[in-house]
Each structure stands twice: as structure tokens, then as C-alpha cells.
């Protein structure tokens, strides 16, 4: 192949008499003098020069500052928590590093305070990702819990007496035996506070300290005061949870049509100012315990269905709305034919925007469409490229308006229950119940799309 001749730029400057004594030069390496009016840029062949202006030095142009990267941190690796011998070494080496010996096979699970002033705030965060300290001890086969309550915890732990009681012990040399240490919250009011408080981080170790306790903000209501509303102590119980948490339900299924057996997120508690009770569900065992006593379906499987059921009757809406559902098959005209995502996305003005974000999260255009029994809207030229993926493959008869007739009986079904639901899934409802509902031609659409099991898996439905 031939290679272009070389060229170079011409520039002319005229905005001083140096410059335009030199009058058109050629240059591929120019430094620029004081005056920048460029009147002219002409490419040529010419012979290439270099020319320079030392009456000013070229101004010096903005460039971003080097990237300081932060220093790799001691992450553990994925999935090391899940591993119950790697947590139960952990709270062995937690007590070790404060010298304290226990007395069980099992180490205890430290309070959060402790954790909070040991600054260990990975295994905080393993212990809350369980469900708690009671859902981690049933998981590592019974260890032995602090209780919470300071007081109560010198009383009857004796590796807790060995930290704060035994004088010998460095790591717990400023902890006190009558208040726990102060939270993060505290520590960062106590920072705007007058000088006049105490210097120490646990309020002292005298005992006289403890008739201190008002001034040195220990008291209950000034201990809590970044947390308004606060329950009283002893407030929260097993039972008082799960009372609270059916209300919330019920309340929920009134006002916004959600069925009762379905476990809310904690998010959704949060934002709804229900904190209180979600700390609550976390510190008696988490949303595995309480979907297991109370029946409720998790919001992992509830949220899956919902998702799916949303997508099926936005896309039934779109294709039923827009030319494409003209577009049927001649030898089955049920089936629709689903355009390219990009159609979806721009058709109607952001219109359809939440389809079009619901087709990536089930797998994207193509699965969705051998899924739900679609055919793809494409040319000649996308089929050829396309063969021998997507396009060979189905997953039989199907038909959008029987998923949304057996979605939302399943849906209205759930309902008009209450909990417990035994068992706590969504699952595809099998013949005899379909009968006695009066459901008949429900139960017959399931025989011709595949029977209950391939309407099951076609769904993301449990069996019965």
C-alpha cells in the first residue's frame, strides 16, 4: 500500500513585528510566541522547519494533578464470611487480642459495644449480615452470647470481668465497671462539648465516678438523645417483634394492596420510620428467623415475582399499543413479535423506559422473548448473524395473557391470606385447588403450555 507524502501546517503571524518579519513558516514543532491570532491554516508539502519566539516564555497550560491512589486495605475475601469456622476463628482471635482466656468451646459473641470500642468493625458487620447474635450463635452450634446490658454482663460473664475487673489486663485498663463504653455517636457530640467533661473514654474507673454520672451525660436520657423516640428499656421482646411486625403488615396490605404473608425489606421499614423496628427484627435473629415463625414469604422470592409479573403486563401494554403487536405469526397469530430494545427504549418519550429496564434484568430481549414465547422483530441480515443462538431456541407454547391470568390469581390468592402460610413460598397451584376455585381454564392452559412443572420453571414458581 501506497504511504501518503508528508505534511506539514503553515501558520501565520502578524499580531507583532518579530513574528511578521518571519513572515509563513512551515513547522511541525512550534513553540508559540507572545501573540496567538492565528490568520491563517494552510497544509503544503513544503521542507519541514522549526521556529521559535524567545520574546515570552509560552503560558504553562492547566493540567489535572496525579491521581493519589488510596493504600490496598486489609479486605477478607469474598464469601469469607459465609463460612461459619472463619467467624468462629475470628471471635477466638478478638478475645485473644484483648487477653482474655474463655472457659468455652465455643467463643462468645461479643456486644456491640465492645466491638464498637475494639474498632472490630468486620465482625460487626458479619454478626448483623447473619441476623444478629442469637441467629449467629444458633448457626455456630450454641456459643454463648454477652448479654447486652452492661450491668448484667460483668454479673454473669466471666471473660467480661477478666477485661474490665482484672487490674493486670492492658486492653481493658480504662473501661469502667459501671458504664459501657461511649458510643461513636457520643464520641463525635462529645467533641463540641465544653472541656469540663471527663478526658477518659469510659467516664473513669473510680467508683465515685458513678455519682458523676449526670454531669458526665451517663444517664440514659442524654446517652440517647441522637436517637429521639427511643423505646424504653425492656421494651423490645421476641413476642412484642413479631406483634409489631404483623401490624405493620396488616396497615401495609390496607393501604397499598400488598399482601400480608409478604416480609418487608429493611429499607422499607427505614423509610417508612419504622428504624426502631428493624433493629428490633435484627437483633431477635434477623428476616430468616421471622419469615421462619411467622410464615412470610422472604423478600428476595416476593420481589422476583412481583418484578416478573410487572414486566409480562408492560409488555403486553407496549406490544398491544404500538405497531409491532400488529407483527403475528401466521400459523400461531397469539404470539407477538418484540422489537429491538433500542425501539422500546425510544418509543414514546421515555414512555417506556421501565420495560425497557426490566427486559435487561430478566436477561435481556432475546431470552425474555424465547421465554415468554415472543418472536424477535429483526431483519435479514440480524437473522443470518443470529442463527443458531437465540432464534433456535425456545421454550414451547406459551401465551402472555395466560401468565397474567395465573400471576394474578396467585397473587389475589395470596391476598386474601393471613399468616402463617405454610409453606411460606409462591408457588403454582396445583389442579384440585384450581378446581375448587373455579379456576377450570386455568388448569387447562397449564396442561396445553407444558404441564405444572414447565409452567412452574417458565415462571420462577415452586412446586407444590
Same mark, same amino acid.
Given at each position: 500500500?501506497?504511504?501518503?507524502?508528508?505534511?506539514?501546517?503553515?501558520?501565520?503571524?502578524?499580531?507583532?513585528?518579530?513574528?511578521?518579519?518571519?513572515?509563513?513558516?512551515?513547522?511541525?514543532?512550534?513553540?508559540?510566541?507572545?501573540?496567538?491570532?492565528?490568520?491563517?491554516?494552510?497544509?503544503?508539502?513544503?521542507?519541514?522547519?522549526?521556529?521559535?519566539?524567545?520574546?515570552?516564555?509560552?503560558?504553562?497550560?492547566?493540567?489535572?494533578?496525579?491521581?493519589?491512589?488510596?493504600?490496598?486495605?486489609?479486605?477478607?475475601?469474598?464469601?469469607?464470611?459465609?463460612?461459619?469456622?472463619?467467624?468462629?476463628?475470628?471471635?477466638?482471635?478478638?478475645?485473644?487480642?484483648?487477653?482474655?482466656?474463655?472457659?468455652?468451646?465455643?467463643?462468645?459473641?461479643?456486644?456491640?459495644?465492645?466491638?464498637?470500642?475494639?474498632?472490630?468493625?468486620?465482625?460487626?458487620?458479619?454478626?448483623?449480615?447473619?441476623?444478629?447474635?442469637?441467629?449467629?450463635?444458633?448457626?455456630?452450634?450454641?456459643?454463648?452470647?454477652?448479654?447486652?446490658?452492661?450491668?448484667?454482663?460483668?454479673?454473669?460473664?466471666?471473660?467480661?470481668?477478666?477485661?474490665?475487673?482484672?487490674?493486670?489486663?492492658?486492653?481493658?485498663?480504662?473501661?469502667?465497671?459501671?458504664?459501657?463504653?461511649?458510643?461513636?455517636?457520643?464520641?463525635?457530640?462529645?467533641?463540641?462539648?465544653?472541656?469540663?467533661?471527663?478526658?477518659?473514654?469510659?467516664?473513669?474507673?473510680?467508683?465515685?465516678?458513678?455519682?458523676?454520672?449526670?454531669?458526665?451525660?451517663?444517664?440514659?436520657?442524654?446517652?440517647?438523645?441522637?436517637?429521639?423516640?427511643?423505646?424504653?428499656?425492656?421494651?423490645?421482646?421476641?413476642?412484642?417483634?413479631?406483634?409489631?411486625?404483623?401490624?405493620?403488615?396488616?396497615?401495609?396490605?390496607?393501604?397499598?394492596?400488598?399482601?400480608?404473608?409478604?416480609?418487608?425489606?429493611?429499607?422499607?421499614?427505614?423509610?417508612?420510620?419504622?428504624?426502631?423496628?428493624?433493629?428490633?427484627?435484627?437483633?431477635?435473629?434477623?428476616?430468616?428467623?421471622?419469615?421462619?415463625?411467622?410464615?412470610?414469604?422472604?423478600?428476595?422470592?416476593?420481589?422476583?415475582?412481583?418484578?416478573?409479573?410487572?414486566?409480562?403486563?408492560?409488555?403486553?401494554?407496549?406490544?398491544?399499543?404500538?405497531?409491532?403487536?400488529?407483527?403475528?405469526?401466521?400459523?400461531?397469530?397469539?404470539?407477538?413479535?418484540?422489537?429491538?430494545?433500542?425501539?422500546?427504549?425510544?418509543?414514546?418519550?421515555?414512555?417506556?423506559?421501565?420495560?425497557?429496564?426490566? #427486559?435487561?434484568?430478566? $436477561? %435481556?430481549?432475546?431470552? =425474555? @422473548?424465547? &421465554? +415468554? *414465547? !415472543?418472536?424477535?422483530?429483526?431483519?435479514?441480515?440480524?437473522?443470518?448473524?443470529?442463527?443458531?443462538?437465540?432464534?433456535?431456541?425456545?421454550?414451547?407454547?406459551?401465551?402472555?395473557?395466560?401468565?397474567?391470568?395465573?400471576?394474578?390469581?396467585?397473587?389475589?390468592?395470596?391476598?386474601?391470606?393471613?399468616?402463617?402460610?405454610?409453606?411460606?413460598?409462591?408457588?403454582?397451584?396445583?389442579?384440585?385447588?384450581?378446581?375448587?376455585?373455579?379456576?377450570?381454564?386455568?388448569?387447562?392452559? #397449564?396442561?396445553?403450555? $407444558? %404441564?405444572?412443572?414447565? =409452567? @412452574?420453571? &417458565? +415462571? *420462577? !414458581?415452586?412446586?407444590?
Amino acid at each position: 500500500m501506497r504511504s501518503r507524502p508528508r505534511s506539514s501546517v503553515s501558520l501565520l503571524f502578524t499580531s507583532c513585528a518579530a513574528c511578521a518579519a518571519i513572515g509563513p513558516v512551515t513547522a511541525t514543532a512550534f513553540i508559540f510566541p507572545p501573540c496567538d491570532r492565528i490568520l491563517a491554516v494552510r497544509t503544503n508539502q513544503l521542507p519541514l522547519t522549526e521556529v521559535s519566539c524567545s520574546m515570552q516564555e509560552p503560558p504553562k497550560l492547566a493540567t489535572r494533578p496525579k491521581q493519589v491512589r488510596r493504600l490496598p486495605t486489609n479486605r477478607r475475601p469474598r464469601g469469607y464470611w459465609d463460612d461459619p469456622s472463619n467467624l468462629t476463628k475470628e471471635l477466638s482471635s478478638f478475645w485473644e487480642g484483648i487477653g482474655v482466656s474463655t472457659s468455652f468451646t465455643l467463643p462468645p459473641i461479643p456486644s456491640q459495644q465492645l466491638l464498637n470500642y475494639y474498632g472490630r468493625n468486620d465482625l460487626r458487620w458479619a454478626i448483623y449480615r447473619h441476623g444478629g447474635r442469637e441467629a449467629v450463635s444458633e448457626w455456630l452450634g450454641g456459643a454463648p452470647i454477652i448479654p447486652g446490658r452492661w450491668k448484667t454482663a460483668l454479673a454473669e460473664s466471666h471473660e467480661m470481668r477478666q477485661l474490665v475487673l482484672d487490674p493486670s489486663n492492658e486492653a481493658g485498663r480504662d473501661l469502667s465497671p459501671f458504664f459501657p463504653p461511649k458510643s461513636p455517636q457520643q464520641l463525635k457530640k462529645r467533641k463540641t462539648e465544653s472541656p469540663t467533661s471527663i478526658d477518659t473514654q469510659s467516664g473513669g474507673n473510680e467508683e465515685g465516678d458513678a455519682d458523676d454520672a449526670t454531669d458526665t451525660n451517663y444517664t440514659t436520657l442524654v446517652r440517647w438523645q441522637h436517637k429521639p423516640g427511643r423505646k424504653p428499656r425492656g421494651y423490645w421482646t421476641e413476642e412484642r417483634v413479631m406483634v409489631e411486625l404483623l401490624k405493620y403488615l396488616y396497615d401495609y396490605k390496607d393501604e397499598r394492596g400488598r399482601p400480608s404473608v409478604w416480609m418487608p425489606r429493611p429499607s422499607e421499614l427505614s423509610e417508612a420510620g419504622r428504624s426502631d423496628l428493624m433493629g428490633a427484627i435484627t437483633r431477635f435473629g434477623g428476616q430468616r428467623k421471622m419469615c421462619k415463625q411467622l410464615g412470610l414469604v422472604p423478600h428476595n422470592d416476593w420481589h422476583y415475582f412481583e418484578m416478573q409479573f410487572r414486566l409480562i403486563l408492560e409488555l403486553r401494554e407496549y406490544l398491544e399499543s404500538t405497531d409491532c403487536g400488529g407483527e403475528r405469526d401466521i400459523d400461531h397469530p397469539e404470539e407477538y413479535c418484540l422489537p429491538q430494545a433500542t425501539t422500546i427504549l425510544n418509543d414514546g418519550d421515555d414512555k417506556y423506559q421501565s420495560l425497557y429496564d426490566l #427486559i435487561q434484568y430478566f $436477561g %435481556g430481549r432475546k431470552f =425474555v @422473548a424465547s &421465554r +415468554l *414465547g !415472543l418472536k424477535l422483530c429483526c431483519t435479514g441480515s440480524e437473522r443470518k448473524r443470529r442463527r443458531g443462538d437465540y432464534l433456535q431456541m425456545s421454550f414451547g407454547k406459551f401465551s402472555l395473557d395466560f401468565a397474567i391470568r395465573l400471576l394474578g390469581f396467585i397473587r389475589n390468592d395470596h391476598l386474601s391470606k393471613r399468616p402463617p402460610l405454610k409453606p411460606a413460598t409462591i408457588r403454582i397451584p396445583n389442579r384440585q385447588y384450581l378446581m375448587a376455585m373455579g379456576e377450570t381454564e386455568i388448569a387447562e392452559e #397449564i396442561e396445553v403450555y $407444558g %404441564g405444572y412443572e414447565n =409452567v @412452574a420453571r &417458565r +415462571l *420462577g !414458581l415452586d412446586m407444590f
